[in-house]
């Protein structure tokens, strides 16, 4: 599978780089590309039945996105993205195809997208709350849901007076690591109104059976996500906060479905014209039936340099907790990973 995804990764990258040569002689062909990158040092404290503790720096790649967007007539256009991580923990290079779909643009009420592209929900809470190459969203970073899937993808803006934004997807629920065909498809929705001047409210749903594979035996249930979000996203200023529950997320065939909750707060502010203070508070019970004390904390707190439009450096402070059950001299007790990391994460627009 990971040769299939790099082989499929550099045939994309030698198509941006051919795509490149055309720019100039059409104008219809955009070549672009974003680096997410950190350089921090991470001290990780386990305590169980045998505690232990850990510390190291590390150079992270974190995400190298290239960017293909051909322009084929005013309705319809080709965009293909490649996705590319290195790991510095382990050595590990990971490359894969994140996008790859035909648009078609019927105005603002309807566009269309067939193929790999964006889920409803993840990438409208990383517009709301930028800052994406610092942390990825509640539901991303937890694992409830995919950034990007292969199917079909309506979106688009009704009314005038109080705009309403849709998007809905006939997804394969496994994700744009995984495309293979499936035997159903999973729908997740967003409808989001706008009620005052750079306020959203947001709702979502997704049903299905994801991360699993189709063509075997069938899963026993579906699963479900429901969220919500309030977000003002002003010139200088960005508040918000996120709700999720699932149910049977990763629990398709297990005898008990579990249920998970969560709650994110979110905030930034520009200091001055360069300088931007961000802050971030995740709560989250992951498995509210098979174990009780399963809990993620999370919490970050930076400050951003803009170096220019395309270049973006924050010094970050992060904070992870993560609580579980362990069986330990025949009485259940509750373990803690904690992890904390302090240092520079950037992002670079090209």
Do not use: C
Not at 256 to 285: C, F, K, M, P, Y
Not at 311 to 318: E, G, M, P, R
């Amino acid at each position: 599978m990971r040769f299939k995804q790099i082989r499929l990764a550099a045939i994309a990258a030698t198509s941006l780089a051919a795509a490149s040569f055309d720019v100039a002689a059409d104008g219809r062909t955009n070549v672009a590309g974003k680096v997410f990158f950190d350089v921090a040092h991470r001290s990780d404290k386990r305590q169980a039945a045998v505690d232990s503790h850990a510390s190291r720096t590390r150079v992270n790649l974190k995400r190298l996105y290239l960017e293909l967007d051909q322009r084929i007539d005013p309705v319809w256009s080709l965009k293909l993205v490649s996705d590319f991580q290195y790991a510095g923990d382990d050595g590990s290079t990971d490359a894969f195809v994140k996008k790859a779909y035909i648009e078609g643009r019927f105005g603002s009420k309807a566009v269309l997208r067939i193929g790999a592209a964006d889920t409803p929900w993840l990438s409208a809470l990383d517009k709301a709350q930028g800052f994406r190459y610092i942390e990825r969203s509640l539901v991303d970073r937890l694992k409830f849901g995919h950034s990007a899937d292969w199917g079909l993808h309506v979106s688009g803006r009704l009314g005038r007076v109080m705009p309403v934004d849709y998007g809905v997807s006939l997804v394969n629920g496994r994700g744009y690591k995984r495309s293979s065909r499936s035997q159903g498809v999973d729908i997740e929705a967003r409808i989001a109104v706008q009620p005052i001047e750079n306020v959203v409210v947001a709702l979502g749903a997704y049903t299905g059976k994801p991360n699993t594979e189709r063509d075997g035996a069938p899963a026993v249930r579906s699963a479900r996500r429901y969220n919500a979000s309030i977000a003002y996203v002003g010139a200088r200023t960005r508040v918000g906060g996120e709700l999720f529950r699932s149910h049977a997320w990763n629990e398709l065939d297990e005898p008990i479905a579990n249920r998970a909750q969560g709650w994110s707060l979110w905030a930034s502010h520009g200091l001055a014209e360069r300088l931007t203070v961000v802050a971030r508070l995740d709560r989250a019970d992951t498995a509210e039936q098979t174990d009780p004390n399963a809990a993620d904390r999370y919490a970050h707190a930076g400050l951003e340099y803009r170096w220019s439009d395309r270049f973006q450096l924050a010094l970050v402070w992060k904070d992870t907790l993560r609580e579980y059950s362990f069986s330990h001299d025949d009485q259940i007790q509750v373990g803690r990973r904690r992890g904390k990391e302090i240092g520079l994460w950037g992002q670079f627009v090209f």
